[in-house]
Nanobody, 122 residues
Framework: QVQLVESGGGLVQPGGSLRLSCAPS????????MGWYRQVPGKQRELVAG???????NYADSVKGRFTISRANAKNTVYLEMTNLKPEDTAVYYC????????????????WGQGTLVTVSS
């Protein structure tokens, strides 16, 4: 069984910074695209940032210029560096990854992390 292990959430004041990390654990063959989503109560989960296996990135308009997504392929780890945080960034942040797993066959597997809470408040 493959899981995504997240870390780095917490409470921060407006204007502050946080760094989220996420890596898969378990048996898998390859990690393709990875990304971060966020969700607040009563709203749909939204894409914050994504990065392909080749390093191409995309961001939600609301976080452009403030958040940076990166990955360390050797560690299969994705990071989300969040700066100039605003109260509206408060949400549960979820890591997402598209994996390739090999059991009796080769197949794609989408995996979600358990979520980490980011609270921006003074």
């Amino acid at each position: 069984q493959v899981q995504l292990v997240e870390s780095g959430g917490g409470l921060v004041q407006p204007g502050g910074s946080l760094r989220l990390s996420c890596a898969p654990s378990g048996n898998f063959f390859k990690v393709n695209a990875m990304g971060w989503y966020r969700q607040v109560p009563g709203k749909q989960r939204e894409l914050v940032a994504g990065v392909t296996s080749r390093g191409s990135t995309n961001y939600a308009d609301s976080v452009k210029g403030r958040f940076t997504i990166s990955r360390a392929n050797a560690k299969n780890t994705v990071y989300l560096e969040m700066t100039n945080l605003k109260p509206e960034d408060t949400a549960v942040y979820y890591c997402n990854a598209d994996l390739v797993v090999v059991t009796t066959e080769v197949r794609a597997l989408e995996v979600w992390g358990q979520g980490t809470l980011v609270t921006v408040s003074s």
